[in-house]
């Protein structure tokens, strides 16, 4: 089945700076890919919607400026987290629509997620 | 209130058990219903996935929905520690711009 390869699934950085994470589609072309993050013993809350050669679209609340989405291809998109604070440990998942298309259902795949830890 | 409720658990059960794990919603517009499993330190897998109210079974796992009641259920009939995790359901409206609504999941462990 479809695959979503996100990297690095762990990384340690310190206050203050950036950090981009990748998020690929394998063996299918992904032209929208949507980042989600997750705190410990909470649901998926959707960041905002990547969509390849545009803007990305922020969810409310999440400041674009400070999280950096780009989709140049139809294979990859990426997370920059601009000058990383504590609060911004989280585990951020990235995924894509990859079945039910037609009927709407509109179902992910998701990565496996990485971990991020601000020091 | 949330849009969709998720009791989080956890939930511990002996091997060979039958499983419920359920969730309710507000929204009658939801017309999509998934489950999803999350292993710690993992992306969600999804597991199934229906549309308006039924039944759908798959192996061991079966998935209900009644939307006069606002409520959905996924059951595991003869549950094995390999299914310890979280399990996630999730909604939504159907059409190519919406957005997954995803409960808190409810954290499973199935005691050897």
């Known amino acids: 089945g479809a695959v979503v390869s996100q990297h690095p699934s762990w990384v340690i950085c310190k206050s203050g700076t950036s950090v981009k994470i990748e998020c690929r589609s394998l063996?299918?072309?992904?032209?929208?890919m949507f980042w989600y993050r997750q705190f410990p013993k909470q649901s998926l809350m959707l960041m905002a919607t990547s969509n390849e050669g545009s803007k990305a679209t922020y969810e409310q609340g999440v400041e674009k400026d400070k999280f950096l989405i780009n989709h140049a291809s139809l294979t990859l998109s990426t997370l920059t987290v601009t000058s990383a604070h504590p609060e911004d440990s989280s585990f951020y998942i990235c995924?894509?629509?990859?079945?039910?298309?037609?009927?709407?259902?509109?179902?992910?795949?998701f990565g496996a997620g990485s971990r991020l830890t601000v020091l | 209130q949330k849009e969709v409720e998720q009791d989080p658990g956890p939930l511990s059960v002996p091997e060979g058990a039958i499983v419920s794990l359920n969730c309710t919603y507000s929204n009658s517009a939801f017309q999509y219903f998934m489950w999803y499993r999350q292993y710690s330190r993992k992306g969600p897998e999804l597991l199934m996935y229906?549309?308006?109210?039924g039944n759908k079974e798959d192996g061991r796992f079966t998935a209900q929905v009644d939307k006069s009641s606002k409520y959905i259920s996924l059951f595991i009939r003869d549950s094995q520690p390999s299914d310890s995790a979280t399990y996630l359901c999730a909604m939504n409206y159907g059409g190519t711009t919406n957005k997954l609504i995803f409960g808190t999941g409810t954290l499973l462990a199935v005691q050897p």
């Open positions: 063996d299918f072309q992904a032209t929208t």
């Open positions: 229906t549309y308006s109210s």
């Open positions: 995924s894509a629509r990859t079945s039910g298309l037609n009927s709407g259902a509109n179902v992910l795949t």
